[in-house]
Protein backbone atom coordinates (compact mmCIF):
# COMPACT_ATOMS: atom_id res chain seq x y z
CA UNK A 1 0.00 0.00 0.00
CA UNK A 2 2.92 2.08 0.03
CA UNK A 3 2.66 3.15 -3.43
CA UNK A 4 -1.10 3.76 -2.95
CA UNK A 5 -0.81 6.15 -0.31
CA UNK A 6 2.78 7.98 -1.68
CA UNK A 7 0.46 8.82 -4.65
CA UNK A 8 -1.98 10.38 -2.79
CA UNK A 9 0.11 11.90 -1.14
CA UNK A 10 1.52 13.57 -4.23
CA UNK A 11 -1.51 14.07 -5.41
CA UNK A 12 -3.16 16.03 -1.91
CA UNK A 13 -0.42 18.61 -2.91
CA UNK A 14 -1.01 19.34 -6.02
CA UNK A 15 -4.80 19.48 -5.43
CA UNK A 16 -5.09 21.54 -1.86
CA UNK A 17 -8.50 22.17 -2.54
CA UNK A 18 -9.78 18.64 -2.52
CA UNK A 19 -7.20 17.73 0.02
CA UNK A 20 -9.08 16.18 2.51
CA UNK A 21 -11.83 14.79 -0.34
CA UNK A 22 -8.74 12.56 -1.68
CA UNK A 23 -7.31 11.27 0.80
CA UNK A 24 -10.44 9.74 2.28
CA UNK A 25 -11.48 8.64 -0.69
CA UNK A 26 -7.80 6.63 -0.92
CA UNK A 27 -8.55 4.93 2.10
CA UNK A 28 -12.32 3.43 1.24
CA UNK A 29 -11.11 1.62 -1.99
CA UNK A 30 -12.39 -1.32 -0.36
CA UNK A 31 -14.93 -2.91 1.11
CA UNK A 32 -13.44 -5.67 4.26
CA UNK A 33 -17.23 -6.37 4.54
CA UNK A 34 -17.26 -8.38 1.71
CA UNK A 35 -13.51 -9.71 2.01
CA UNK A 36 -12.64 -8.04 -1.30
CA UNK A 37 -8.97 -7.99 -1.40
CA UNK A 38 -7.18 -4.63 -0.91
CA UNK A 39 -5.80 -3.12 -3.95
CA UNK A 40 -2.16 -4.15 -4.94
CA UNK A 41 0.93 -1.93 -5.24
CA UNK A 42 0.72 -1.98 -9.04
CA UNK A 43 -3.13 -1.63 -8.89
CA UNK A 44 -1.93 1.88 -8.47
CA UNK A 45 -3.06 3.36 -12.24
CA UNK A 46 -6.00 5.07 -11.49
CA UNK A 47 -6.02 8.48 -13.52
CA UNK A 48 -4.62 11.69 -11.71
CA UNK A 49 -6.86 14.38 -11.47
CA UNK A 50 -4.05 16.70 -11.87
CA UNK A 51 -4.58 19.46 -14.64
CA UNK A 52 -8.48 18.55 -15.12
CA UNK A 53 -11.39 21.22 -14.41
CA UNK A 54 -13.30 20.33 -11.49
CA UNK A 55 -17.20 20.13 -11.82
CA UNK A 56 -19.64 19.54 -8.41
CA UNK A 57 -22.49 17.66 -8.04
CA UNK A 58 -24.53 17.92 -5.54
CA UNK A 59 -28.46 17.29 -7.17
CA UNK A 60 -29.80 15.48 -10.36
CA UNK A 61 -29.56 18.61 -12.76
CA UNK A 62 -26.31 19.20 -12.11
CA UNK A 63 -25.63 15.37 -12.37
CA UNK A 64 -27.54 15.88 -16.03
CA UNK A 65 -25.66 19.11 -16.53
CA UNK A 66 -22.78 17.34 -16.95
CA UNK A 67 -23.68 15.74 -20.32
CA UNK A 68 -23.10 18.99 -21.91
CA UNK A 69 -20.38 20.38 -19.69
CA UNK A 70 -17.95 17.58 -19.95
CA UNK A 71 -17.95 17.34 -24.00
CA UNK A 72 -14.53 19.41 -24.16
CA UNK A 73 -13.27 16.50 -22.16
CA UNK A 74 -10.62 16.74 -19.35
CA UNK A 75 -12.88 16.89 -16.14
CA UNK A 76 -13.43 15.88 -12.91
CA UNK A 77 -17.08 15.52 -11.54
CA UNK A 78 -17.18 15.14 -7.78
CA UNK A 79 -20.46 14.14 -6.82
CA UNK A 80 -21.77 14.67 -3.02
CA UNK A 81 -23.62 12.27 -0.93
CA UNK A 82 -26.79 11.45 -2.00
CA UNK A 83 -29.35 9.58 -4.32
CA UNK A 84 -29.62 10.71 -7.38
CA UNK A 85 -32.66 9.67 -10.07
CA UNK A 86 -31.73 9.65 -13.48
CA UNK A 87 -33.75 11.27 -16.00
CA UNK A 88 -31.87 10.13 -18.98
CA UNK A 89 -28.57 8.59 -19.16
CA UNK A 90 -25.53 10.19 -18.91
CA UNK A 91 -23.97 9.73 -22.63
CA UNK A 92 -20.47 11.08 -21.97
CA UNK A 93 -18.62 11.50 -25.22
CA UNK A 94 -15.32 13.55 -24.02
CA UNK A 95 -12.13 11.84 -23.15
CA UNK A 96 -10.35 12.23 -20.11
CA UNK A 97 -13.38 12.42 -17.74
CA UNK A 98 -13.28 11.34 -13.83
CA UNK A 99 -16.40 11.04 -12.32
CA UNK A 100 -16.34 10.17 -8.55
CA UNK A 101 -18.05 10.71 -5.21
CA UNK A 102 -16.70 13.36 -2.98
CA UNK A 103 -17.01 10.95 0.43
CA UNK A 104 -15.39 8.33 -1.31
CA UNK A 105 -18.10 6.09 0.23
CA UNK A 106 -19.91 4.21 -2.76
CA UNK A 107 -22.96 3.70 -0.49
CA UNK A 108 -23.86 7.12 -0.02
CA UNK A 109 -23.73 8.43 -3.53
CA UNK A 110 -26.27 6.48 -5.52
CA UNK A 111 -26.88 6.91 -9.19
CA UNK A 112 -29.95 5.09 -10.45
CA UNK A 113 -32.85 4.75 -12.78
CA UNK A 114 -36.61 3.86 -11.92
CA UNK A 115 -36.60 0.54 -11.94
CA UNK A 116 -35.97 -2.77 -13.96
CA UNK A 117 -39.18 -1.85 -16.11
CA UNK A 118 -38.87 1.97 -16.16
CA UNK A 119 -37.52 4.23 -18.93
CA UNK A 120 -34.08 4.73 -17.88
CA UNK A 121 -31.85 2.24 -19.94
CA UNK A 122 -28.08 3.59 -18.52
CA UNK A 123 -26.60 5.27 -16.13
CA UNK A 124 -23.69 5.56 -18.18
CA UNK A 125 -23.29 5.33 -21.80
CA UNK A 126 -19.15 5.99 -22.59
CA UNK A 127 -18.30 6.99 -25.96
CA UNK A 128 -14.47 8.74 -25.03
CA UNK A 129 -11.63 7.53 -23.85
CA UNK A 130 -10.27 7.15 -20.41
CA UNK A 131 -13.28 7.46 -18.75
CA UNK A 132 -12.76 6.51 -15.23
CA UNK A 133 -15.49 5.79 -12.42
CA UNK A 134 -14.81 5.40 -8.97
CA UNK A 135 -16.66 5.34 -5.39
CA UNK A 136 -20.27 5.32 -6.45
CA UNK A 137 -22.99 2.85 -6.40
CA UNK A 138 -25.27 2.23 -9.53
CA UNK A 139 -28.33 0.76 -10.38
CA UNK A 140 -31.95 0.07 -10.74
CA UNK A 141 -31.90 0.57 -14.84
CA UNK A 142 -33.45 -1.43 -17.30
CA UNK A 143 -30.30 -2.51 -19.77
CA UNK A 144 -26.70 -1.55 -18.34
CA UNK A 145 -25.44 0.21 -15.58
CA UNK A 146 -22.36 0.75 -17.98
CA UNK A 147 -22.15 0.39 -21.52
CA UNK A 148 -18.75 1.25 -23.35
CA UNK A 149 -19.16 1.63 -27.03
CA UNK A 150 -16.43 -0.26 -28.97
CA UNK A 151 -18.02 0.88 -31.83
CA UNK A 152 -16.83 4.83 -31.02
CA UNK A 153 -13.65 2.89 -30.28
CA UNK A 154 -13.81 3.92 -26.60
CA UNK A 155 -10.53 2.72 -24.73
CA UNK A 156 -8.85 2.38 -21.55
CA UNK A 157 -12.24 3.09 -18.81
CA UNK A 158 -11.43 2.31 -15.71
CA UNK A 159 -14.09 1.36 -12.81
CA UNK A 160 -13.17 0.95 -8.90
CA UNK A 161 -14.51 0.43 -6.18
CA UNK A 162 -18.40 0.68 -7.70
CA UNK A 163 -21.39 -1.27 -6.53
CA UNK A 164 -23.54 -2.48 -9.08
CA UNK A 165 -26.59 -3.37 -8.25
CA UNK A 166 -30.35 -4.60 -9.40
CA UNK A 167 -29.96 -4.02 -13.32
CA UNK A 168 -32.00 -5.94 -15.57
CA UNK A 169 -29.29 -6.72 -18.37
CA UNK A 170 -25.55 -6.72 -17.79
CA UNK A 171 -24.24 -4.80 -14.94
CA UNK A 172 -21.39 -3.45 -17.47
CA UNK A 173 -21.55 -3.72 -21.23
CA UNK A 174 -19.24 -3.86 -24.39
CA UNK A 175 -20.30 -2.90 -27.10
CA UNK A 176 -18.73 -3.85 -31.00
CA UNK A 177 -18.79 -2.34 -34.19
CA UNK A 178 -22.08 -3.58 -35.77
CA UNK A 179 -20.71 -3.08 -39.02
CA UNK A 180 -17.95 -6.06 -38.34
CA UNK A 181 -14.90 -4.12 -39.76
CA UNK A 182 -13.04 -5.11 -36.79
CA UNK A 183 -11.08 -1.91 -36.73
CA UNK A 184 -13.39 -0.11 -33.63
CA UNK A 185 -13.25 -2.19 -30.50
CA UNK A 186 -12.95 -1.11 -26.94
CA UNK A 187 -8.65 -1.58 -25.53
CA UNK A 188 -7.15 -2.01 -22.27
CA UNK A 189 -10.39 -1.44 -19.61
CA UNK A 190 -9.96 -2.26 -16.00
CA UNK A 191 -12.80 -2.81 -13.48
CA UNK A 192 -11.44 -3.61 -9.80
CA UNK A 193 -12.60 -3.42 -6.29
CA UNK A 194 -16.11 -3.36 -7.82
CA UNK A 195 -19.06 -5.58 -6.45
CA UNK A 196 -21.69 -6.88 -8.67
CA UNK A 197 -25.28 -8.15 -7.06
CA UNK A 198 -28.86 -8.70 -7.00
CA UNK A 199 -30.16 -7.86 -3.70
CA UNK A 200 -32.99 -10.20 -3.43
CA UNK A 201 -31.18 -13.04 -3.93
CA UNK A 202 -32.14 -13.49 -7.91
CA UNK A 203 -31.69 -11.72 -11.18
CA UNK A 204 -34.61 -10.32 -12.51
CA UNK A 205 -34.37 -12.96 -15.43
CA UNK A 206 -32.45 -15.14 -17.68
CA UNK A 207 -30.71 -12.18 -20.05
CA UNK A 208 -28.09 -10.96 -17.32
CA UNK A 209 -24.52 -10.99 -16.27
CA UNK A 210 -21.97 -9.07 -14.07
CA UNK A 211 -19.77 -8.08 -17.04
CA UNK A 212 -20.38 -8.87 -20.60
CA UNK A 213 -18.00 -7.45 -23.18
CA UNK A 214 -18.19 -7.93 -27.59
CA UNK A 215 -14.65 -7.63 -29.12
CA UNK A 216 -12.89 -6.16 -25.73
CA UNK A 217 -9.24 -6.12 -26.05
CA UNK A 218 -6.64 -6.45 -23.06
CA UNK A 219 -9.28 -5.93 -20.75
CA UNK A 220 -8.72 -6.59 -16.64
CA UNK A 221 -11.38 -7.66 -14.57
CA UNK A 222 -9.95 -8.28 -10.71
CA UNK A 223 -10.60 -8.20 -7.01
CA UNK A 224 -14.46 -7.60 -7.49
CA UNK A 225 -17.42 -9.73 -6.02
CA UNK A 226 -20.43 -11.20 -7.84
CA UNK A 227 -23.03 -12.37 -6.06
CA UNK A 228 -27.30 -13.65 -6.83
CA UNK A 229 -26.77 -13.80 -10.31
CA UNK A 230 -29.23 -16.22 -11.21
CA UNK A 231 -32.37 -17.02 -12.17
CA UNK A 232 -35.16 -18.28 -9.54
CA UNK A 233 -37.01 -20.53 -12.53
CA UNK A 234 -33.85 -22.76 -13.47
CA UNK A 235 -32.99 -20.47 -16.94
CA UNK A 236 -29.82 -19.67 -16.96
CA UNK A 237 -28.22 -16.48 -17.16
CA UNK A 238 -24.80 -15.53 -18.76
CA UNK A 239 -21.58 -15.75 -16.83
CA UNK A 240 -21.01 -13.66 -13.96
CA UNK A 241 -17.90 -12.30 -15.79
CA UNK A 242 -18.33 -12.79 -19.95
CA UNK A 243 -15.69 -11.93 -22.82
CA UNK A 244 -17.06 -12.90 -26.61
CA UNK A 245 -17.22 -11.71 -29.85
CA UNK A 246 -13.50 -11.44 -30.72
CA UNK A 247 -12.37 -10.15 -27.62
CA UNK A 248 -8.31 -11.49 -26.82
CA UNK A 249 -6.33 -11.41 -23.66
CA UNK A 250 -8.81 -11.02 -20.85
CA UNK A 251 -7.07 -11.14 -17.65
CA UNK A 252 -9.21 -12.54 -14.73
CA UNK A 253 -7.96 -12.32 -11.49
CA UNK A 254 -8.78 -12.64 -7.51
CA UNK A 255 -12.53 -12.00 -8.25
CA UNK A 256 -14.91 -13.82 -6.35
CA UNK A 257 -17.87 -15.02 -7.64
CA UNK A 258 -20.78 -16.58 -5.51
CA UNK A 259 -24.68 -17.98 -5.82
CA UNK A 260 -24.45 -17.26 -9.57
CA UNK A 261 -25.50 -19.65 -12.28
CA UNK A 262 -22.41 -19.95 -13.76
CA UNK A 263 -18.90 -18.37 -13.47
CA UNK A 264 -16.44 -17.16 -15.90
CA UNK A 265 -16.82 -17.63 -19.55
CA UNK A 266 -14.40 -16.98 -22.23
CA UNK A 267 -15.89 -17.53 -25.85
CA UNK A 268 -19.48 -19.08 -26.99
CA UNK A 269 -21.04 -20.82 -29.64
CA UNK A 270 -19.48 -19.39 -32.88
CA UNK A 271 -17.94 -16.69 -31.16
CA UNK A 272 -14.41 -16.51 -30.58
CA UNK A 273 -11.91 -15.56 -27.62
CA UNK A 274 -8.35 -15.47 -27.87
CA UNK A 275 -5.46 -15.80 -25.19
CA UNK A 276 -5.99 -14.87 -21.72
CA UNK A 277 -5.63 -15.29 -18.39
CA UNK A 278 -7.82 -16.71 -15.92
CA UNK A 279 -6.50 -16.95 -12.29
CA UNK A 280 -6.47 -17.04 -8.52
CA UNK A 281 -10.17 -16.86 -8.91
CA UNK A 282 -13.03 -18.22 -5.83
CA UNK A 283 -16.19 -19.37 -7.68
CA UNK A 284 -19.33 -20.78 -6.25
CA UNK A 285 -22.09 -21.60 -8.91
CA UNK A 286 -25.24 -22.95 -8.56
CA UNK A 287 -26.26 -24.29 -11.90
CA UNK A 288 -23.98 -24.49 -14.45
CA UNK A 289 -19.82 -24.82 -14.61
CA UNK A 290 -17.43 -22.32 -13.28
CA UNK A 291 -15.28 -21.75 -16.29
CA UNK A 292 -16.41 -22.06 -19.57
CA UNK A 293 -13.74 -22.04 -22.27
CA UNK A 294 -15.77 -21.93 -26.15
CA UNK A 295 -14.36 -21.27 -29.24
CA UNK A 296 -11.72 -20.39 -26.74
CA UNK A 297 -8.03 -20.62 -27.89
CA UNK A 298 -4.81 -20.52 -26.12
CA UNK A 299 -6.56 -19.42 -22.48
CA UNK A 300 -4.91 -19.94 -19.67
CA UNK A 301 -6.96 -21.27 -16.56
CA UNK A 302 -4.25 -21.27 -13.75
CA UNK A 303 -5.43 -22.07 -9.97
CA UNK A 304 -8.77 -21.34 -9.58
CA UNK A 305 -10.85 -22.76 -6.89
CA UNK A 306 -14.32 -23.63 -7.88
CA UNK A 307 -17.45 -25.43 -5.98
CA UNK A 308 -20.43 -26.30 -8.05
CA UNK A 309 -22.91 -26.14 -5.59
CA UNK A 310 -25.57 -27.67 -8.02
CA UNK A 311 -26.83 -31.12 -9.44
CA UNK A 312 -24.40 -30.15 -12.58
CA UNK A 313 -21.16 -32.76 -13.05
CA UNK A 314 -18.97 -30.11 -14.26
CA UNK A 315 -16.27 -27.36 -12.74
CA UNK A 316 -14.63 -26.57 -16.04
CA UNK A 317 -15.38 -27.19 -19.43
CA UNK A 318 -13.23 -26.65 -22.52
CA UNK A 319 -15.65 -27.51 -25.95
CA UNK A 320 -15.10 -27.75 -29.41
CA UNK A 321 -12.40 -28.00 -32.06
CA UNK A 322 -12.27 -24.14 -32.28
CA UNK A 323 -11.44 -24.31 -28.31
CA UNK A 324 -7.58 -25.36 -28.30
CA UNK A 325 -3.79 -24.72 -27.22
CA UNK A 326 -5.61 -23.88 -23.50
CA UNK A 327 -3.57 -24.74 -19.97
CA UNK A 328 -5.80 -25.77 -17.31
CA UNK A 329 -3.18 -26.09 -14.89
CA UNK A 330 -3.64 -26.48 -10.62
CA UNK A 331 -6.63 -25.51 -10.09
CA UNK A 332 -8.98 -26.88 -7.21
CA UNK A 333 -12.30 -28.45 -7.98
CA UNK A 334 -15.43 -30.34 -6.42
CA UNK A 335 -16.17 -31.52 -9.71
CA UNK A 336 -14.29 -33.07 -12.80
CA UNK A 337 -12.51 -31.05 -16.14
CA UNK A 338 -14.42 -32.14 -19.05
CA UNK A 339 -14.00 -31.73 -22.57
CA UNK A 340 -16.86 -31.72 -24.91
CA UNK A 341 -17.51 -32.07 -28.86
CA UNK A 342 -13.68 -32.33 -29.04
CA UNK A 343 -12.18 -29.28 -27.23
CA UNK A 344 -8.71 -29.25 -26.49
CA UNK A 345 -6.71 -28.57 -23.50
CA UNK A 346 -3.31 -29.28 -21.52
CA UNK A 347 -5.28 -30.25 -18.10
CA UNK A 348 -2.58 -31.25 -15.57
CA UNK A 349 -2.13 -31.09 -12.13
CA UNK A 350 -5.55 -30.31 -11.00
CA UNK A 351 -7.27 -31.48 -7.88
CA UNK A 352 -11.37 -32.19 -8.38
CA UNK A 353 -12.43 -33.76 -5.72
CA UNK A 354 -12.69 -31.31 -3.39
CA UNK A 355 -14.71 -31.13 -0.49
CA UNK A 356 -17.09 -28.64 1.23
CA UNK A 357 -14.86 -29.30 4.45
CA UNK A 358 -12.02 -27.94 2.75
CA UNK A 359 -13.18 -24.47 2.46
CA UNK A 360 -14.01 -21.61 4.64
CA UNK A 361 -17.49 -21.07 3.66
CA UNK A 362 -18.43 -22.12 0.14
CA UNK A 363 -21.51 -20.51 0.13
CA UNK A 364 -20.34 -17.55 0.36
CA UNK A 365 -17.47 -18.27 -2.04
CA UNK A 366 -15.01 -18.49 0.37
CA UNK A 367 -12.78 -20.50 -1.01
CA UNK A 368 -9.78 -20.44 1.22
CA UNK A 369 -8.14 -23.60 2.58
CA UNK A 370 -9.92 -24.70 6.39
CA UNK A 371 -7.92 -28.12 6.55
CA UNK A 372 -4.40 -28.89 4.98
CA UNK A 373 -5.40 -31.74 2.03
CA UNK A 374 -1.90 -33.38 1.56
CA UNK A 375 -3.00 -33.73 -2.38
CA UNK A 376 -3.35 -29.49 -2.32
CA UNK A 377 -0.19 -28.29 -0.54
CA UNK A 378 3.01 -27.96 -1.85
CA UNK A 379 1.58 -29.56 -4.91
CA UNK A 380 0.94 -27.10 -7.60
CA UNK A 381 2.91 -26.87 -10.81
CA UNK A 382 5.42 -23.35 -11.21
CA UNK A 383 4.11 -21.22 -13.11
CA UNK A 384 5.26 -17.79 -14.34
CA UNK A 385 1.95 -16.28 -14.85
CA UNK A 386 1.14 -17.05 -10.88
CA UNK A 387 3.55 -14.96 -8.98
CA UNK A 388 0.68 -14.56 -6.05
CA UNK A 389 -2.15 -16.03 -4.78
CA UNK A 390 -6.13 -14.75 -4.36
CA UNK A 391 -4.80 -12.23 -1.57
CA UNK A 392 -1.41 -11.21 -2.38
CA UNK A 393 0.73 -13.83 -0.70
CA UNK A 394 4.06 -14.80 -2.58
CA UNK A 395 3.98 -18.21 -4.09
CA UNK A 396 6.96 -19.70 -3.27
CA UNK A 397 8.76 -21.75 -6.14
CA UNK A 398 8.56 -25.58 -5.38
CA UNK A 399 5.88 -24.96 -2.38
CA UNK A 400 3.00 -23.57 -4.13
CA UNK A 401 -0.21 -24.93 -3.57
CA UNK A 402 -3.29 -26.09 -5.88
CA UNK A 403 -6.36 -23.82 -6.31
CA UNK A 404 -6.49 -19.96 -5.21
CA UNK A 405 -5.50 -19.72 -1.77
CA UNK A 406 -1.60 -20.13 -0.39
CA UNK A 407 -1.49 -21.42 2.60
CA1 LIG B 1 -9.98 0.67 -29.54
CA1 LIG C 1 2.52 -23.86 -0.01
CA1 LIG D 1 -3.59 -17.14 1.03
Request: with cysteine; net charge negative; glycine share 8%.
Given at each position: ??????????????????????????????????????????????????????????????????????????????????????????????????????????????????????????????????????????????????????????????????????????????????????????????????????????????????????????????????????????????????????????????????????????????????????????????????????????????????????AYPNSI???????????????????????????????????????????VNPAIG???LKVLPT?????????????????????????????????
Amino acid sequence: MFLKNALCLRLTILIIPIYSVFLFSCQNDHDDDLGIQPLEEDYDDFPGEEGKDIIWVSNVDELMQTVQSTKEGNKLVIIKDGTFVLKDRLWLTGDNLIFRSESGDREKVVLKGNGMDGNIGFIFSIAGNNFALKDVSVGEVRNHGIQIHGEFNADNMHVQNVRFFNIREQMIKGTRDRNNTYENHTDSCIVENCLFEYTEGYAFQYYCGGIDVHHGVDWQIRNCTFRNIRTANNLLTEGAIHFWSNSENTLCENNTIYNCDRGIMYGLDNSTHKGGIIRNNMIHVTQDVGIYLCYATGAKVYNNSIFNDSAYPNSIEYRFPETKDCEIINNLTNKPITQRNNGQAEVDNNVVNALDSWFVNPAIGDLHLKVLPTEVIDKALDLADVPKDFDGDERAKGTSDIGADEK
